[in-house]
């Protein structure tokens, strides 16, 4: 008997439950790890299951109020996959950083033209994007972040209740996003500095050869000696500095998802 009040509350609060697992799957699609394509969409909607009945079940989410109208149920339902899609859509953007890095380097030591696909994603990618993006990822399983980027998710609907997001008209909001995008750039620019500086220098240093020998074959004597070079590189700089790197792209992913959040946050009045 005690059972029967609580299933006769779940079953009128079914909107709530509805409402929170449009936020969750909207965030699970772009969350890094866990969004990949090689995950089956069973496993990922029963996660987005789980986790929606997790937050349903620990009473941070206040009732909804959309006057039972259909026209407002719709309108909360667009506004809490904005919100779960625009969180999720900042730490996929940051992520990406480690791929756009990768371009420049791809291009700097001649991969330019040597995308593969991404079993995650499902896209083509750049190889040594490909490779920074996967070790990042791996540290994340193992670190913990995934787990630490759900935490802040689940924060979320403390700062920004049900129905509360403002995103349309939203100008500061905007305007950090956009000079966030920016710094990431920057960032990426950063990161592949050091081997797309040796590869100019080396680049350089083959032209002057090439004047200086004119029957010298550059492009035979320099690919060989960009990759080779490149990839040293690669491996003495690089590699022994991801845990430096996995700290800057993980840091810069939590800072940008809480003032994404806060952001969303509805006025205070008074």
Known sequence: MDTLPILVSFFNQTDVLLLIMVRVSAFMIFLPVLSGMGIPMQARLFTSFVISVAIFSSGIVTQATY????????MLILVEFMAGALMGFVLSFVMNILLFAGQFIDFSMGFAMVNVL?????????????LLFMIVSVLLVITGGV???????????????????????NRELAGFIVVSFVGFVILAVGLAIPIVGTMLIIDVCLGIMVKAVPSMNVFVVGMPLKVL?????????????MAFIYDAVFDRAIEMLVSTIEGMMPPTTG
């Open 67 to 74: 006057h039972d109208t259909t026209a407002g149920l719709v």
């Open 118 to 130: 991404d079993p995650i994603q499902q896209i083509q990618v750049p190889v040594i994007g490909n």
């Open 147 to 169: 787990h630490e980027f759900l935490r802040i998710f689940f924060i979320s609907y403390d700062l920004v209740p049900i129905g509360t997001a403002v995103i349309i008209d």
């Open 229 to 241: 070079v490149g990839l040293t590189l690669i491996f003495i700089v690089i590699l022994p500095s």
